[in-house]
């Protein structure tokens, strides 16, 4: 199981990354975004908070996902492999799009340990996530925290992005 320092700097490396599609999605101030995020008369700045990099939620995630347009991997993909589309396909109702974000990764969780011949017990010992969530995460019925995401990722020895990639 990673230690407290490996996830910080994972959630390091996810906040710049939103900073950068922050950019490429065409929002020259924080401030824009947080309008889109809370509202016009937010006093605090959300995404301050994300991209000096903070434990987040995966609904954050997509709800960023939204604003900019893109796809939830794009968040994850730290080495910046992949070419960030942006597109008015990516931005629909929120709840309706974090329900499908949850079903692909808990398909795509289920798919990395089968692949590696684990039960879910093999993957709570691997992980330190006890099975029960583990379940809840693979059935999509739960909403999932960054550190988790991370956490399950290392224990499956993949990168965060594929357990978002269709």
């Known amino acids: 199981m990673p230690d407290s320092h490996y996830l910080k700097e994972k959630q390091v490396l ?6 950068i599609l922050r950019v490429k999605a065409g929002f020259k101030t924080k401030r824009e975004v947080d309008v889109l ?5 937010t006093k605090s700045s959300v995404i301050s908070r994300l991209e000096k990099g903070v434990s987040v939620e995966l ?11 893109m796809p939830v991997y794009c968040f994850f993909d730290f080495e910046g492999k992949f070419r960030v589309s942006i597109s008015e396909k990516y931005s ?3 709840e309706q799009r974090l329900a499908s974000v ?3 990764l808990g398909k795509n969780i289920v798919k990395a340990r089968t692949e590696k011949g684990w039960s879910q017990l093999d993957l709570e010992v691997a992980s330190g996530v006890d099975k029960a969530t583990i379940g ?3 059935r999509g019925s739960e909403n999932i925290k960054f550190n988790s995401i991370v956490i399950i990722a290392e224990a499956l020895g993949i990168n965060i992005w594929q357990l978002f990639k269709a």
């Open 59 to 69: 609904r954050t995630i997509v709800r960023l996902a939204n604003i900019f347009k």
């Open 136 to 138: 809840y995460f693979e």
């Open 14 to 19: 996810l906040g710049r990354r939103i900073g």
């Open 92 to 94: 629909y109702d929120l």
């Open 102 to 104: 949850k079903k692909m």
């Open 37 to 41: 995020f809370s509202g016009p008369d």
